[in-house]
């Protein structure tokens, strides 16, 4: 029998994963396996530290509800939603000319009401200053796509959404559009305002444990879809918002930033400030999976089964 040992756990492991079946999850485990334990290596862990941090893994677990998905926020903070968000840019016809994706949130529905082209999302009496935000749905060589999906969520002017502050059986500041045959869509909102992730769970103690400020800079969220086309999970991000390079979940960057024109000649809406922004789909590539990383329980479900 070899002896385990800090030198030979390593490859003990590995080779009791070796009758994997499936060559894929053989080939995640394994890397797995090698880089958690480089990281106790490089980390010298001690035993009580690692209790503390099982502990904070339990606590994340308990967090979660059919509503609310602390591992996904734990994954947004890290970085690590953002980076396999990236790797699955990267993969596929066509990529570099998309539109850059972003964080799905846990804050989209997928029943949004269906709304005419030009309709305001905002159903509550609200401060917030309306703005009109428009552009074109085109493929990744600028042709216009007809009758692409736009679906369109965002917060007030408090920062908060609908489903932090209303029953979910009512909605407000989401909707879902179609472009036109011109690719074109509108519709009315108002400018977001940042706001913070939700603070009041183990993820939030880690934020504050880390010295950090826990804001997302002001944005608005857009899922856009079209048969034979990667849908596109995004967002757009006011410019000048002062969270802009410190975004506390990594999701916004630079090709998403939008500037509020109050002349804008070319709003289909005279006279309000407005936003224009084109989304850029490539074409979906055979046998590809989900390109998002986001809160939808009945896919975590499905794939926790
Ligand atoms: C959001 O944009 O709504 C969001 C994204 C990731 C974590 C928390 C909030
Ligand atoms: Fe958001």
């Known amino acids: 029998m070899k002896a385990i040992n800090e030198n030979t756990i390593t490859d003990a492991v590995i080779e009791q994963l070796s009758g994997t079946p499936d060559p894929r999850l053989k080939q995640i485990t394994e890397i797995l396996v090698k880089h958690l334990h480089a990281f106790a290596r490089e980390a010298d862990l001690t035993p009580g530290e690692w209790i503390r941090g099982i502990g904070f893994l339990t606590a994340v677990g308990q967090k979660c509800t059919e509503f609310r998905q602390e591992f996904i926020l734990l ?7 953002a980076l396999v ?8 016809a066509d990529l570099e000319a998309a539109t850059k994706s972003s964080l799905l949130g846990p804050f989209y529905r997928k029943d949004s009401p269906v709304m005419e082209a030009g309709a305001t999302i905002v159903t509550k009496p609200t401060n917030g200053m309306e703005t009109c935000v428009y552009g074109k749905v085109t493929d990744t060589k600028g042709r216009p796509i007809a009758d692409a999906s736009v679906e369109v969520w965002q917060p007030d002017e408090h920062g908060d959404y609908d489903l932090q502050k209303m029953d979910p059986s009512e909605m407000d500041l989401r909707g879902r559009f179609h472009s036109d045959a011109a690719g074109r869509y509108h519709l009315r909102t108002i400018c977001p305002v940042g706001y ?17 400020h826990g804001w997302r800079p002001s944005h608005i ?27 506390t979940v990594f999701g916004a960057s630079d090709s998403l930033v939008v500037r509020v024109s109050r002349n804008d000649a070319a709003s289909p809406i005279p006279g309000l400030p407005s936003i224009g922004y084109d989304f850029r789909l ?21 794939a926790s089964q």
């Open 75 to 81: 994954s947004d903070t890290l970085g690590f939603s």
């Open 85 to 92: 968000n990236s790797l699955h840019d990267k993969r596929g």
């Open 282 to 302: 490539a074409p979906v590539a055979a046998g590809e999976g989900s390109g998002r990383v986001g809160a939808d329980p009945s896919e975590l479900a499905r």
């Open 196 to 212: 913070k992730i939700p603070m009041d769970g183990p993820v939030g103690d880690m934020i504050r444990a880390q010295g950090r």
């Open 221 to 247: 969220h857009f899922l856009i879809s079209a048969p034979g086309y990667r849908e596109a999970v995004t967002a757009l991000y006011i410019e000048g918002d002062e969270h802009i390079d410190s975004d």
